[in-house]
């Protein structure tokens, strides 16, 4: 019971999640506006504003109006919460910037680790994270991950239909295209071709952490 309310308060930190078991009413592939996506980070996930605060992050989704996609893995509290941010672009390399948050350790300051301080606005406790420097990947991306994120992933469900608290590790993808902003959660592990589309990202990055391997 402690670990779902721990989990439950980080998410909210993370994503602004409600806490609650109860499955979304509508499930179905629907977007939002940009407006309707600022709306959600502005009202509750307090990690994206304090992360959002350093210029260091410009190029994370929720930091930026561009048009790109993040993957967001997050499995509290036993790993580091990941973010991969992809622009694909037409004529030149497509670019992933790769950046990992931990709690782990996280209170020394190293040349290579940042530490940041994020309050939680119910508690009103101060979880401490730290991240080590970005990476940026530029490289052909295979079009069939473009695919993925440029047809695909705007046309399937958003959420998963049903709820199961057995397993705490979500797969979040934000997208925003011409206009358009989307956000897609999975953590069911049932649906193949989003996460093993996904898991090709994880493969060019080399994290290990995460992994699907139910294909």
């Known amino acids: 019971m402690k670990q779902t309310i721990l989990l439950c308060l980080l998410g909210c930190l993370y994503f602004g999640f409600g806490c609650s078991n109860e499955p979304s009413s509508n499930p179905e592939t629907s977007t939002i506006s940009n407006n309707?996506?600022?709306?959600?980070?502005?009202?509750?996930p307090i990690f994206w504003k304090t992360i959002c605060s350093y210029n260091k992050f410009a190029n994370l989704f929720d930091c930026n109006t561009f048009d790109c996609y993040q993957i967001e893995l997050i499995n509290d509290p036993f790993k580091d919460f990941v973010a991969l941010t992809i622009k694909i672009q037409d004529s030149i390399p497509d670019v992933i910037y790769y950046n990992r948050f931990s709690s782990k350790n996280s209170r020394i300051k190293t040349k290579n680790n940042f530490v940041i301080p994020v309050i939680n606005p119910i508690t009103k406790d101060t979880f401490?994270?730290?991240?080590?420097?970005?990476?940026e990947l530029k490289i052909e991306l295979d079009p069939k991950i473009e695919f993925f994120f440029e047809r695909t992933i705007?046309?399937?469900?958003?959420?998963?239909?049903?709820?199961?608290?057995?397993?705490?590790?979500?797969w979040l993808t934000k997208g925003r295209s011409s206009g358009r902003a989307i956000i897609v959660s999975r953590y069911l592990f049932q649906d193949s071709i989003y996460y093993s589309n996904i898991q090709k990202l994880l493969d060019i990055c080399k994290i290990s952490d995460y992994k699907y391997d139910k294909e």
């Open 154 to 170: 705007w046309e399937i469900p958003r959420k998963d239909k049903m709820i199961d608290m057995t397993d705490s590790e979500t």
């Open 128 to 135: 401490i994270y730290s991240c080590s420097a970005e990476i």
């Open 36 to 44: 309707e996506t600022h709306e959600m980070v502005d009202s509750v």
